[in-house]
C-alpha cells in the first residue's frame, strides 16, 4: 500500500511539473508576444520597463523549461522561486492603482486575490525543487495545486 501510495504521489508529482512548466512557458512567451500587457503592471519606480518585461519573460520561459529535466528541476524551481519574488511588486502596484487595473480590465477586488496566489506558487516551486519531501509537503503541495491552476487558467 504504501508504494503505490508513493508511485500515486510521485505520479501526480510529475504531471503538476509538466502543467507547471507548460504555464511558465506559455506566459514568459506572452511577455515577448504583448509586452504591453506586463508593461501595464509594471511599477512606476521601474525605469527600463521594456527590459524588465523581457527580462522576466526569460526568467519564465528558462524556468519552465529546466523544471521538466531531473537534472535541472532545481535550478529551474529555484529560478521560477526568483521570478516570483520580484514580480510580486507589480501585483501590489496594480492592487494599489486604479490606471493598471483599468488597462487590465480588473477590479480592485480581483487584484487583491491574485496576490495571495503568489505563495502556492512558490510552494509548488519549491516543491518541484526536490525529489523527495515529507508526506505533509506532498499531500499540501498536490492539493493546492488544484485551486491554484483552477485560478491561474480563469484569468
Known amino acids: ?4 501510495e508513493n508511485s500515486l504521489i510521485k505520479n501526480y508529482k510529475l504531471i503538476t511539473v509538466f502543467v507547471i512548466s507548460f504555464m511558465y512557458v506559455f506566459i514568459g512567451v506572452k511577455h515577448f508576444i504583448d ?14 520597463k521594456s527590459f524588465a518585461v523581457y527580462f522576466t519573460g526569460v526568467l519564465e520561459v528558462l524556468g519552465g523549461l529546466l523544471i521538466l529535466n531531473k537534472k535541472t528541476r532545481k535550478t529551474g524551481a529555484y529560478l521560477i522561486i526568483f521570478l516570483l519574488i520580484i514580480v510580486f511588486p507589480a501585483n501590489i502596484y496594480l492592487y494599489l492603482y486604479e490606471t493598471p487595473q483599468q488597462l487590465l480590465g480588473i477590479s ?22 526536490k525529489e523527495k519531501h515529507s508526506k505533509w509537503m506532498d499531500y499540501f503541495s498536490a492539493i493546492v495545486f488544484v485551486p491554484t491552476i483552477i485560478y491561474f487558467v480563469s484569468i
Open 108 to 129: 480592485k477586488t480581483q487584484a487583491l486575490i491574485r496576490m495571495p496566489f503568489q505563495a502556492p506558487l512558490i510552494l509548488l516551486a519549491y516543491w518541484h525543487s
Open 35 to 48: 509586452p504591453q500587457y506586463f508593461i501595464n503592471i509594471t511599477p512606476p519606480q521601474i525605469e527600463y
Open 1 to 4: 500500500m504504501l508504494n503505490r
